[in-house]
């Protein structure tokens, strides 16, 4: 390569003020050819996973730190030989001796290049993609397929007859998989190489659906495998020990923290001990708050739309916040000011294979019911693919949090740092109850307020709790209160 420059590429701030990320994955290694837009690696942050596109041509010098690397934002992390004005040569392979080759047929262009969460827009370059691979349909067909799947991994060919390949002419490493992060989670969790998944997305991208295929593909042939071919491992699911641990083979488990684990506990303990937290209990009966419920999922407005309890929880609040607005304020310690919101973004706390989140959603008190239930269907799904962004993280007022759908009655929850009040919801189970001077099955729930005590005394705090409870008693107060 003449005329080279190494230029190195920066850990950049991909969360609107982030501190760090952690390398999760390299996806290039020394000597690879990269271009312009190439996702380099995936880190992972205080709030999400995303991937790294790099921002030129060339080829990679050095990976200056391996995964699980924590490493500060500004920090370099790959050194990339580039060409001076000139793109380098996409086949270029450093140290690896070629035969002579026949005349490159120019490459079809792909299709334009997603979007990304972090970095420089898309990219305008080609990108090399990998072939959508067709499944076997014959019997050769698979047991060459088995055979590649074998060498892939590294390990054993099958015991079947099969011709053995030619010595191969060694090459550039093969572009990676196309999936998006939630699907490489996903994969990770269930033991999947994605490299030998199927994809049937578009621009063969691997889907969730893919991967799910590529478990029950490989635990149908484990069930009929001979007794003399050891079966594969049993796949087990995220965050589960495959088997029940032995007591006797280990005592201890050490689980690194950090990540969005990380940035929880410091939030929690800093809001503990920050704000000076009350929390108050009320016990309701929300018998026609479910009868509402059933009624609205019939309702052709919300054909299409979740339509849950939590959703008139989320508007019953909305409600108390209009009639007790200075629930809804921050204690600035600086200023030695309480500042009260005029807006009302709506957090509601997600548990997640990579820990709890509280993304909200910007503006709830505009919306009407159909749209809340629209942000909220789509707040829960973005959060469960693993696909909820910073931003979506950031400038809440207040918080919900349904512990109830872990079957628990109640909690004393701890303030979201910035906010003054936080709703936990129990579960929602029929008990006797007076009513109407007769003691009756009724679905009854236990709802608690914390709030911070710095700025909500005893009585806001307990008005607001009352005005979402009356709601939720009398689900017609929606209409004569808003």
């Known amino acids: 390569m003449t005329n080279a420059s190494v230029r190195e590429f920066k850990m950049p701030d991909v969360g609107e003020g982030l501190t760090e990320a952690e390398i999760l994955k390299w996806y290039v290694q020394p000597g690879d050819t990269v271009t312009d837009g190439q996702v380099v690696c995936e880190v992972e942050t205080a709030k999400a ?9 060339g080829v990679v010098r050095s990976l200056h730190f391996p995964e699980g690397t924590t490493v500060d934002v500004g920090t370099s992390i790959i ?9 380098p040569p996409q086949q270029e392979a450093p140290a690896v001796p070629a035969p002579a080759a026949e005349p490159e047929k120019p490459a079809e262009q792909p299709p334009a290049r997603q979007p990304v969460l972090v ?24 047991a060459a397929s ?57 621009d063969g991208v691997i889907t969730r659906e893919d991967v799910h295929a590529a478990v029950a593909a490989a635990q149908a042939p484990q069930q009929a495998a001979p007794a003399d071919r050891p079966a594969a491992p049993a796949v087990s699911a995220p965050d589960r020990p495959a088997a029940p641990v032995s007591y006797d083979s280990a005592r201890e488990t050490r689980v690194p923290v950090k990540g969005v684990r990380k940035a929880t506990a410091a939030a929690m303990v800093g809001s503990a001990f ?48 209009r009639r007790n607005p200075d629930i809804n304020a921050s204690w600035d310690e600086a200023a030695q000011e309480i500042v009260v919101k005029h807006y009302v973004n ?3 706390a997600a548990a997640t294979p990579r820990g709890l989140i509280v993304p909200n959603i910007k503006d709830a008190h505009a919306k009407t019911l159909p749209e809340l239930a629209a942000s909220l269907g789509e707040l829960v799904s973005t959060a469960r693919e693993g696909k909820t962004s910073p931003s979506a993280m950031q ?15 109640t909690g004393t929850p701890l303030l979201n740092p910035g906010e003054s009040a936080i709703l936990a919801v129990g579960a929602i189970k029929p008990q006797p109850w007076v009513h109407k001077g007769k003691v009756k099955p009724r679905q009854v729930t236990t709802l608690a307020l914390s709030f911070d005590h710095r700025l909500v005394d005893g009585e806001l705090g307990s008005k607001v709790l009352a005005d979402v409870a009356a709601v939720l008693e009398q689900p017609k107060r929606l209409i004569t209160w808003a």
Do not use: C, W
């Open 49 to 57: 996973a995303v991937e790294l596109p790099i921002p030129y041509d």
């Open 274 to 321: 920050t704000a000076p937290h009350v929390t108050e209990f009320v016990t309701v009966d929300v018998t026609r708050t479910m009868k509402l419920v059933e009624e609205l999922k019939q309702d052709k407005e919300f054909a299409g739309l979740r339509v849950n309890p939590l959703l008139l929880i989320a508007k019953a609040l909305l409600v108390a916040i």
């Open 346 to 348: 709506l957090g509601i």
């Open 119 to 142: 970095g420089y827009g898309v990219a305008t370059s080609s990108t090399r993609r990998r072939p959508r691979k067709q499944a076997p349909d014959t019997a050769a067909g698979q």
């Open 146 to 202: 088995a055979v590649q799947s074998e060498l892939n991994g590294h390990g054993a060919a099958p015991a079947a007859p099969v011709t053995p390949p030619a010595p191969a002419v060694p090459a550039a490493p093969a572009q990676r998989p196309l999936a998006k992060p939630p699907v490489r989670k996903l994969a990770k969790d269930l033991g999947v190489d994605l490299a030998t998944v199927t994809p049937t997305g578009p």
């Open 79 to 87: 050194a990339v030989e580039v060409a001076g004005g000139a793109a």
């Open 395 to 409: 400038g809440g007022t207040v918080t919900i949090t349904n512990v109830g759908v872990f079957g628990v009655d």
